[in-house]
């Protein structure tokens, strides 16, 4: 027998991804649109022209991967959407569609955490890890380390105190006159950087703790920033440091949650998780202690419908969903209150 078919949609900030995922068979066809142009214009991401644009493009998404895939709408068993965090206008615009789109075609929806979905997303991949394994997840609003027990079971080893990994990204290539959005901006340009110019500051390096700390580095790249003539060279080596202590931070403190936890594999997802270089190092400290890194597909570390559709697949399986069609958004939601929402 064939296995369900569920239709994942995402739309917590700027990117409206669509995905079909079959159980048993896997990724059938995805598809994004992203507003990164749209919103280039005002440095960052405007929540109303967002909410706009996922309006316009969700239904012509949805049927494009459904032509894609060969798939009709009676062949739908089930619909995913992201119920957050993420922009409460932005993350209406699935859950309408989902439940309206659900109600009509008889079928169960469920609501997905967007980080359950960037968490799991290595899993699309093969090889794929396996439970349990220590997750880093590195997005523009996240920096966590978290034990990964099995779906659902996440244990939070430690988290920023303030600004999140890609927000550092983002808010230092701002203050180098980079666009939106700056993390693979920076990582472009540190590509010219001398390594090693200017020593930046790793806050929380040797704590005990495996919490991290980003504001301080923001303010020291405004510093250099201040203090040099900002030649193309300087801005390059200035990018170059800024990638390096973050990397720095993001590297030791993962391999510190394998040491910590006893588990030898390490599961990098979320934007950053795109970073070549970050992705480089992990492999290189991990693999020499004998661990093992899994990255998601790189379309598949920043957000995406597929990640979202596997996710709600697996919730779908497990009679999770509803056919209630009432829905909410959770604009901020803790991982670690999902076990609430899915009442077994
Ligand atoms: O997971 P994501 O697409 O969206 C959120 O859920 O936040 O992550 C976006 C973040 C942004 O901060 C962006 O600058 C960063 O990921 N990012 C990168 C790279 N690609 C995306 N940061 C560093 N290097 C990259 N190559
Ligand atoms: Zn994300």
């Known amino acids: 027998m064939k296995g369900q078919i569920t239709l994942g949609i995402e739309s917590s900030c700027d990117e409206t991804g ?14 994004l649109h992203t507003q990164v142009a749209m919103h280039s214009e005002y440095g960052g991401v405007v929540p109303e022209l ?14 494009q991967v459904m032509k894609q895939a060969n798939v009709g709408l009676d062949q739908i068993d089930g619909i995913a959407y992201t119920q957050g965090p993420g922009l409460g206008g932005a993350l209406l615009v699935g ?12 079928i169960p929806t469920i609501g997905i955490h967007h980080l359950e979905g960037h968490l799991l997303s290595p899993l699309l991949s093969d090889p794929a890890p396996e439970f349990p394994f220590v997750a880093l997840l590195v997005s523009g609003g996240h920096t966590q380390l978290m034990r990964v027990e099995g779906i659902g079971q996440y244990e939070l080893l430690g988290e920023t105190v303030d600004d999140a990994a890609g927000e550092a990204f983002d808010k230092s290539a701002k203050l180098l006159g980079l666009g939106y959005p700056g993390g693979p901006a920076l990582a472009k340009l540190a590509q010219s950087g001398n390594p090693g110019k200017y020593k930046l500051p790793r806050p929380m390096l040797h704590s005990n703790s495996l919490d991290f700390s980003f504001s301080g ?14 030649s193309e060279q300087v801005r390059a080596d ?6 390096e202590a973050i990397i720095d931070v993001l590297a030791h403190k993962a391999r510190a949650a394998l040491a910590q936890t006893g588990l030898t594999q390490l599961v990098v997802a979320g934007g950053v998780g795109a970073n070549r270089l970050l992705r480089d190092r992990l492999t290189r400290d991990i693999e020499k202690r004998g661990g093992r890194v899994f ?3 790189l379309e598949f570390c920043t957000d995406n419908g597929a990640m979202i559709a596997y996710a709600g697949a697996l919730r779908l399986a497990e009679n999770q969903g509803s056919k ?14 999902i076990e609430s929402r899915y009442p077994r």
């Open 238 to 243: 200035i990018a170059c440091a800024t990638q």
């Open 217 to 230: 580095l923001k303010t020291a790249v405004l510093t250099l920033v201040r203090q040099n003539d900002l």
């Open 295 to 297: 990255y998601p597909e």
């Open 18 to 31: 669509i995905a079909l995922y079959q159980l048993g068979r896997g990724l059938l066809a995805h598809a």
């Open 95 to 106: 859950a309408s569609i989902a439940n309206s789109l659900g109600f009509a075609l008889d």
């Open 324 to 337: 209630d069609y009432r829905f909410d958004v959770r604009p901020r939601w803790n991982l670690q209150e």
């Open 50 to 63: 967002a909410s706009r644009d996922h309006v316009r493009r969700a239904v012509p998404l949805i049927r």
